[in-house]
């Protein structure tokens, strides 16, 4: 996932962007559209229901139980990267956490050294997907190794092998910048093709990396708006994303916090069902 200080780097870099832009509306829930900034103050409530975390290996779980008293309902586990590795807390925290009545989810880091296809394969044998497991794929420049990020025509066959095995679509994590082709970051690095609106990327519910408080939405998404929104990452007690409203959750070291753009009862139903392919 994108490190909050990464991605305000490369945002602050784009041209023409304004880092208090205006994104659009979420198509079928309105009341969760996007409040006005408000620094400190600012309630992610008013977007969401802020019920959602993202995690993997590199963050220490101590108590799922905490996580769940902290009323988080559900955890997205990085499961896998590229064609041959897997998470090694990702099937042990699995059971820790649906003991503790937690919704799962797995995500893939998509990377180009293996096909598309190959690292779905990889994914969905390392995720063990049930109906009630949501499925992600992580779409973004790879920044510790630009030359092996993912490509679109890799995505887009990830998604169809994963469409195939499963008959959902998994929810697809990215940001604007990168959707929609445009130079970003320290490298200036961008996505050869963008997303367009007759991709399978674009049926695909929008899981949007953006921390800033009024985010942008990827052109192909302009018409359905954001499913899940990571709207601040690597929250911990020390390091607050927003003045000194701390957004830390008990039981783990650190995380990322994500909107859902609806309430807990549409967040159970919505959960592993996601959407079919129209």
Avoid at 128 to 142: G, I, K, Q, S, V
Avoid at 162 to 168: F, L
Avoid at 195 to 214: F, K, N
Wanted: glycine share 10%; proline share 6%.
């Amino acid at each position: 996932m994108i490190p909050r200080r990464g991605l305000l780097a490369g945002l602050a870099g784009l041209s023409g962007l304004s880092l208090a832009g205006c994104g659009s509306r979420h198509a079928t829930t309105p009341s969760y559209a996007y409040a006005p900034p408000g620094g400190a103050s600012w309630n992610p409530q008013a977007n969401g229901l802020d019920a959602v975390i993202d995690i993997s290996h590199n963050v220490q779980v101590t108590d799922f139980g905490q996580v769940r008293k902290a009323n988080i309902l559900a955890v997205i586990h990085k499961a896998t990267e590229g064609g041959d590795w897997i998470d090694p807390s990702y099937a042990p925290r699995r059971v820790e956490a649906e003991s503790n009545g937690l919704l799962w989810g797995a995500y893939h880091f998509g990377t180009r050294q293996y096909s598309g296809a190959r690292q779905a394969q990889n994914f969905l044998a390392a995720a063990r997907p049930t109906p009630r497991t949501l499925l992600a794929l992580d779409f973004e420049h790879n920044d510790p190794n630009p030359n092996n990020t993912m490509t679109l025509q890799q995505a887009e066959e990830f998604v169809r092998v994963v469409h195939h095995a499963t008959g959902r679509l998994p929810v697809v994590y990215t940001h604007a910048a990168w959707a929609n082709g445009t130079r970003s970051g320290r490298r200036g690095a961008r996505l050869q093709k963008p997303v367009g609106p007759d991709s399978i990327l674009a049926q695909c519910d929008l899981w949007l990396a953006d921390p800033r408080e009024d985010p942008v939405v990827p052109d192909a998404w302009a018409g359905r708006g954001w499913r899940l929104w990571q709207y601040v990452a690597n929250e911990s007690d020390s390091d607050a994303a927003y003045g000194t409203a701390s957004r830390a959750v008990p039981g783990v070291t650190h995380c990322d916090r994500n909107l859902f753009a609806g309430n807990a009862a549409e967040l159970h139903r919505y959960w592993g069902i996601g959407r079919a392919r129209a």
